[in-house]
């Protein structure tokens, strides 16, 4: 039986502090009035240049001018107020996406009947625990969103839309109602099918026969049809309507990849830090070598859905669409080419070799990069349409990651600590011990 050090978990409660004074030193930083957030511009120059639209025609007014400087200091106060909630959401969704993700990869375990992986389930269910906070603490901040508590999402302003035929075209499926609504059921269903799943997992040990470990197999096939619908759903509602006016129909499939392994990289990582400490004694280099393999293809496999995405976009050139992208290269140039450079090219470098699979050290490394890829890659989803040219990593962005990590580590350890490590009456369990590449 697994028990929490006291070190860890004293680790993960200082991590949580410390974090909570970071988030909470962003909000007290952020601006109330324009001329406060001009002070921030000005005392914040980062080299973006200053133009954040064309300067006036002589033809123009003074009047309408001095509108129109009102509007933009007006935006620019807003993206300011964005920062510390839009670090808040980058952090609070990142954790969240790496529980859910390993919900998607313990399901498909479970639904293929894998004979290699029944030690791992454990570790598996450990980590998809952190997704009843976590999901708990996304869907308060979508619900302070719908109360304009913040400006995240620009279509839920009743003023914006009535000034934009699109946001007015889209009102049917874009409205706080159906968003939340949404939000509640994709919610239910995660949380529901991790609760009795666990339970069955545990029922499992203590039954007469599989009767616990065929419902899980039902259960879990039929759980996957309702992920892919629902992430997908997700990926649109929660990331890709903070920027209303752009679309792409490979985002779902997108998100989904970067989830999957960095849920994947987790379920490692947490596989060997509990090796190293004596326990798992029967997981070897063979499990690890495996899990090693799909954090290396599933990278393979985000970089050909980010490179579609970002071929087709680019070479179509269609105003509304690339638009997404020029904001990227121009604002966010460091942060969006590093992410793809941490998720595809570290990664294939290497876990290329089979050998380096089997080293949890390097393992462990590869992880570490993978995972800062793709919190960068959360990042370049959420900050330019919220903060615009307005962004840098400072306080509130660190406070976030070490709060949301500090969260995570607590509670995933916690769950770890609350059932024994190895399933005894898994059918494929004599197979996952002596499994062997």
Avoid: C
């Amino acid at each position: 039986m697994y028990t929490i050090s006291n070190r860890l978990k004293m680790g993960s409660i200082i991590l949580m502090v410390v974090g909570l004074l970071g988030i909470g030193y962003g909000f007290l930083a952020a601006p109330s009035t324009v001329a406060e957030a001009k002070e921030i511009v000005a005392g914040h120059d980062d080299g973006h240049g200053g133009g954040h639209g064309e300067e006036a025609s002589p033809a123009v007014s003074s009047e309408h001018g001095e509108d129109h400087d009102a509007a933009h200091d007006e935006h620019v106060l807003h993206q300011l107020q964005n920062k510390p909630w839009a670090a808040l959401y980058v952090g609070a969704f990142f954790f969240f996406m790496i529980a859910l993700g390993a919900l998607a990869f313990y399901a498909i375990q479970r639904a293929a009947q894998a004979g290699w992986s029944p030690l791992l389930f454990r570790v598996m269910e450990g980590i998809t625990s952190y997704i009843v906070p976590g999901g708990i603490i996304v869907f308060a901040i979508l619900v302070l969103s719908v109360m304009h508590m913040n400006h995240l999402f620009v279509w839920m302003d009743a003023d914006v839309v009535a000034h934009d035929a699109l946001l007015q075209g889209k009102s049917g499926y874009l409205n706080p109602t159906f968003f939340l609504i949404r939000a509640a059921i994709f919610l239910a269903g995660w949380i529901g099918y991790r609760e009795y799943s666990r339970k069955l997992s545990l029922a499992q040990d203590e039954a007469n026969d599989d009767s616990n470990f065929k419902m899980n197999f039902k259960i879990s096939a039929a759980f996957l049809v309702f992920y892919l619908i629902s992430e997908s759903v997700m990926s649109w509602d929660w990331i890709m309507s903070v920027d209303p006016h752009w679309f792409s129909t490979l985002f779902g499939w997108y998100v989904f990849a970067s989830m999957f392994v960095s849920g994947i990289t987790v379920i490692a990582m947490v596989t060997i830090y509990l090796k190293s400490k004596g326990y798992l004694e029967q997981v070897n280099d063979s499990h690890i070598h495996d899990l090693a393999k799909f954090m290396f293809g599933i990278s393979i496999f985000w970089t050909y859905l980010w490179f579609s995405q970002f071929m087709l976009i680019w070479y179509a050139n269609i105003p509304e669409e690339v638009t997404y992208y020029v904001t990227r290269i121009e604002d966010y140039n460091l942060p969006f080419f590093a992410m793809v450079a941490m998720n595809f090219l570290f990664p294939v470098l290497l876990l290329m070799n089979s050998d380096y699979k089997r080293i949890n050290w390097f393992v462990i490394m590869a992880g570490l990069v993978i995972l800062a890829g793709h919190y960068m890659d959360v990042f370049n989803m959420i900050m330019p349409s919220t903060v615009g040219d307005q962004w840098y990593i400072g306080i509130p962005e660190i406070g976030a990651v070490l709060f949301f990590a500090g969260l995570f580590i607590f509670w995933v350890f916690r769950a770890l600590a609350s059932a024994p490590l190895q399933p005894t009456r898994n059918p494929f369990i004599e197979e996952s011990k002596h499994f062997h590449y």
